[in-house]
């Protein structure tokens, strides 16, 4: 570029050369509407329009079609005397009409614009460059002046065609820093924002800018063309106009652009490379590689994926066959928005028929090249499809399938095809498909490997998370758990709701430190201890300290917090112990009002030698207890204590039930960014059981209590509407009252029922042995009574503490209409 304006830049030298040679440049840039949005100074001295009346102009009009091509040209050949061809080309005129989506290049005699309608016609070099994103501008178009050339530099006029832009990526050409430093300051007018979207493309895509090189590392263009071979007519050039030489290639040299063009395929196995692969996440994954094919090396790629693949599952099983259902996961093309949505619908799932260039590729596992697609086998692919007709979308087309394979093993394929105004894919395109395909294929495997690594362990996870009831005798329960979002995101959280005698109600949340599958193993055997504990009614504190033992047992990496409360709904009290966990809120049901608890913090669990205590407080029913995870309320570079607030402002939001009180925390604390960690959360509304609900007896060591206690049973479920129930409630209550009268060792034996959703029964004695169920023979007289509990009662069991202990069991409730 001239270096005192807007420093357009050109070629000029050969290979071997020791100084950059340069021509003036222009540069311009066309809108979506075919309109020019930048003109150059160097624009405005080849073609002669100033920078002022060319904005806003059609660009046809700037760079003007002379008509259609002569008859002599209708051929497609290039007559000798290269003067008498007077229009840009279909090449440029496409580009111009939008009708291209990829880069182009040759050279036009113009002729004079409107403003100069006296002027000579000009002989220019060009090339056109699509833009890509959500900006207005949709090309590039840089000229030169041929006449220079041929005047200043002495190329002949093919070597003059066969000269091309040097690409950014090249050693002799600015580094993309620089680049993007110094594209601004060449095109000032342009703008920053125009220039840096450029600049982004040219390092994206290797599209040219800035200078011309001809030094001895050739550059080629985005088509990797085939040089043309020494002594080829124009006539034979026209046959396959992309297939020409785009750098100045003197004789003997033709080798150098061989392993030029080798080297630009390496470059762009290298950028993809570097492009695929960013995520585990199998979805992205398999976007990134199809959209790295496409418009550089292909102009449509779909890709395809076995089931197994895709459900994230083992390594498939096998070789495909005939029955193997593949999944079109991704297509990707730069033909009009939507075009063959209804034709190659992404997520459809079918069979490949045997007798297409599909099914070869996927059971062979070779590349299958079909240089173009011609109207009798369009026909007979298609017509292996039902209800598809496949014939616009292949028909002409140059089509390359590829397998996606690690491990020796077929994933999948890609189908790439080429317009027919590009060139076919050839042998060295099959070797550079097949080289992409297995870089894609090796990334897929690892995101599908760490899919189904999730997969493992996010079921390990869901089973060792508890399936809560919602009701509990005396409370209704709601949980939320949210997987962490960083990688390896099955994590130690956990909660637990576990039933206790005297309709009391555990309530657990705990969270292992770090991440993956040894935490929530660790996690796993810390909520088992903690319900065999909770059934023996191991006292809160000493249910933590058996734990903190516990896990300095099972290593000293172990670590854990964890908070235990348990609910007595008759007494309307909360027993809290605390392990290094995050308080809990309690929210006050009479006026609406939310508190953290302040409970003794105590140290995690597997630190070791630190004491537990517990708190008690008053609760009343309807109030509401939130547990949850450090997850929810810490994010990194924020302080705790403000989560811990916004925990308690949300919690204390009015709800109509209780999952929407959940999902209110959840939104109001989730949408903070910046939370990679797990997230348990558990809120019990304490709703506590009414005293008309609650009947107590104590009962004497004597046999003649057992009718006694028929009866009070039997008169309490009359008063409280339930006769249906009193029948199996007289049995079951006599076998359980008889079973304390024979063991006890005092008269010191209770007798309760409790009124809920259920009718739940307790007897208790101070023999602190557990019943066992026996094997009663037909001639036995005992050893039948907890069989009949057990067949007839919903649900049953025994627990000891200190010196007594408590058989209890629940009976339906079924109410008459």
């Given amino acids: 570029m001239d270096r005192g304006s807007e420093r357009d830049t050109a070629p000029g030298r050969g290979i071997g050369d020791t100084a950059a040679g340069r021509i003036p440049l222009a540069v311009v840039v066309v809108d979506r509407a075919g309109r020019v949005s930048h003109w150059s100074t160097g624009a405005r001295r080849l073609f002669g329009v100033s920078r002022e009346d060319a904005v806003g102009q059609p660009a046809a009009d700037l760079l003007p079609v002379s008509g259609a091509l002569p008859e002599d040209l209708q051929d497609g050949a290039l007559p000798d005397a290269y003067e008498t061809y007077d229009g840009p080309g279909p090449d440029l005129e496409n580009?111009?009409?939008?009708?291209?989506?990829?880069?182009?290049?040759?050279?036009?005699?113009?002729?004079?614009?409107?403003?100069t309608p006296d002027g000579e016609r000009l002989d220019v070099l060009w090339w056109a460059y699509p833009l890509v994103g959500p900006g207005p501008a949709r090309l590039l178009v840089l000229a030169a002046d041929a006449t220079r050339l041929r005047d200043e530099r002495g190329y002949d006029d093919e070597t003059a065609e066969?000269?091309?832009?040097?690409?950014?990526?090249?050693?002799?050409?600015?580094?993309?820093?620089?680049?993007?430093?110094?594209?601004?300051?060449?095109?000032?007018?342009?703008?920053?924002?125009?220039?840096?979207?450029?600049?982004a493309q040219v390092l994206e895509l290797g599209y040219p800018v800035l200078e011309f090189s001809q030094y001895d590392r050739v550059p080629v263009t985005p088509y990797w063309g085939v040089p043309r071979r020494p002594g080829r007519t124009r006539a034979e050039e026209a046959v396959a106009p992309r297939q020409r030489a785009v750098a100045v290639v003197p004789a003997g040299a033709e080798q150098d652009l061989e392993y030029a063009a080798v080297r630009e395929r390496l470059e762009f196995l290298n950028e993809v490379s570097s492009r695929i692969g960013s995520s585990l996440d199998l979805g992205e994954t398999i976007r990134e590689v199809t959209s790295a094919a496409v418009p550089r090396f292909a102009d449509f790629a779909g890709t395809h994926l076995r089931a197994a693949v895709l459900a994230g599952e083992g390594f498939p099983d096998g070789p495909?066959?005939?029955?193997?259902?593949?999944?079109?996961?991704?297509?990707?093309?730069?033909?009009?928005?939507?075009?063959?949505?209804?034709?190659?619908?992404?997520?459809?799932?079918?069979?490949?028929?045997?007798?297409?260039?599909?099914?070869?590729?996927?059971?062979?596992?070779?590349?299958?090249?079909?240089?173009?697609?011609?109207?009798?086998?369009?026909?007979?692919?298609?017509?292996?499809?039902?209800?598809?007709?496949?014939?616009?979308?292949?028909?002409?087309?140059?089509?390359?399938?590829?397998?996606?394979?690690?491990?020796?093993?077929?994933?999948?394929?890609?189908?790439?095809?080429?317009?027919?105004?590009?060139?076919?894919?050839?042998?060295?395109?099959?070797?550079?498909?097949?080289?992409?395909?297995?870089?894609?294929?090796?990334?897929?495997?690892?995101?599908?490997?760490?899919?189904y690594q999730e997969n493992v362990a996010d079921t390990l996870q869901d089973s060792m998370l508890p399936q809560v009831t919602p009701r509990m005798p005396g409370c209704d329960i709601a949980t939320r758990y949210l997987p962490g979002t960083?990688?390896?995101?099955?994590?130690?959280?956990?909660?637990?709701?576990?039933?206790?005698?005297?309709?009391?109600?555990?309530?657990?949340?705990?969270?292992?430190?770090?991440?993956?599958?040894?935490?929530?193993?660790?996690?796993?055997?810390?909520?088992?201890?903690?319900?065999?504990?909770?059934?023996?009614?191991?006292?809160?504190?000493?249910?933590?300290?058996?734990?903190?033992?516990?896990?300095?047992?099972?290593?000293?990496?172990?670590?854990?917090?964890?908070?235990?409360?348990?609910?007595?709904?008759?007494?309307?009290?909360?027993?809290?112990?605390?392990?290094?966990?995050?308080?809990?809120?309690?929210?006050r049901a009479e006026d609406g009002s939310s508190e953290l608890l302040e409970l003794p913090t105590g140290a995690p669990i597997g630190v070791g030698g630190v004491p537990f205590e517990v708190r008690r407080v008053k609760v009343a029913p309807g109030d509401r207890l939130v547990l949850c995870t450090d997850g929810l309320v810490e994010v990194r570079g924020s302080d705790i204590g403000e989560g811990l607030a916004a925990l308690c402002e949300s919690a204390a939001h009015p709800a109509a039930s209780m999952d929407d009180a959940c999902d209110t925390i959840i939104r109001a604390l989730n949408t903070r960014g910046g939370r990679k960690d797990d997230v348990a959360l558990l809120m019990a509304r304490l709703n506590g059981i009414p005293d008309e609900h609650v009947a107590e007896w104590r009962l004497d060591a004597d046999p003649r209590e057992v009718a006694r206690a028929r009866r009070l049973v039997r008169e309490r479920l009359l008063e409280w509407g339930l006769p249906q129930a009193v029948e199996t409630a007289e049995l079951l209550v006599s076998e359980v009252v008889t079973n304390a009268v024979r063991h006890a060792e005092s008269d010191r034996i209770g007798l309760r029922v409790v009124r809920t959703d259920a009718l739940l029964f307790e007897v208790t004695d101070d023999e602190p042995a557990l019943p066992a169920m026996l094997s009663a023979g037909p001639h036995d007289e005992s050893g039948r009574g907890l069989r009949v509990v057990s067949r007839l009662a919903r649900e049953w069991g025994a627990s000891a503490s200190g010196h007594r202990k408590t058989v209890w069991f629940e009976q339906a409730v079924t109410t008459r209409d």
């Avoid at 580009?95 to 403003?115: C, E, I, K, M, N």
């Avoid at 090249?170 to 920053?192: C, K, N, Q, V, Y």
């Avoid at 903190?548 to 007595?568: F, I, P, S």
């Fill in 95 to 115: 580009s111009l009409g939008g009708h291209t989506g990829y880069a182009t290049a040759g050279r036009a005699r113009l002729r004079p614009p409107p403003q």
């Fill in 162 to 199: 066969r000269i091309s832009p040097g690409f950014a990526r090249h050693t002799e050409l600015p580094a993309p820093d620089e680049l993007e430093r110094r594209l601004p300051e060449i095109l000032p007018s342009m703008g920053p924002g125009l220039s840096a979207r450029i600049v």
């Fill in 320 to 451: 495909p066959d005939a029955s193997t259902v593949m999944f079109r996961v991704w297509v990707e093309h730069n033909d009009e928005p939507g075009r063959w949505d209804d034709t190659v619908p992404v997520g459809e799932a079918f069979a490949f028929p045997e007798h297409t260039p599909f099914y070869q590729c996927m059971v062979t596992g070779e590349p299958v090249l079909v240089p173009r697609v011609t109207e009798e086998l369009s026909e007979r692919i298609s017509g292996e499809f039902e209800k598809r007709d496949l014939r616009p979308l292949i028909g002409g087309r140059s089509l390359l399938i590829v397998p996606l394979k690690a491990r020796n093993v077929v994933l999948g394929f890609m189908v790439l095809m080429r317009r027919p105004d590009r060139p076919q894919f050839d042998d060295m395109d099959r070797t550079t498909g097949a080289e992409l395909a297995a870089r894609a294929g090796l990334v897929l495997d690892n995101a599908r490997m760490y899919t």
């Fill in 486 to 587: 960083r990688l390896g995101r099955i994590g130690g959280d956990w909660f637990d709701t576990i039933k206790l005698p005297g309709s009391r109600t555990a309530l657990v949340v705990g969270d292992v430190m770090g991440h993956g599958l040894n935490s929530a193993a660790m996690m796993g055997q810390l909520r088992t201890a903690v319900q065999t504990m909770a059934a023996m009614e191991t006292p809160p504190a000493q249910l933590l300290r058996n734990l903190d033992d516990l896990a300095r047992r099972l290593g000293d990496t172990y670590l854990a917090t964890c908070l235990y409360a348990v609910y007595d709904p008759i007494r309307g009290d909360l027993t809290l112990a605390n392990a290094g966990h995050i308080p809990p809120v309690l929210v």
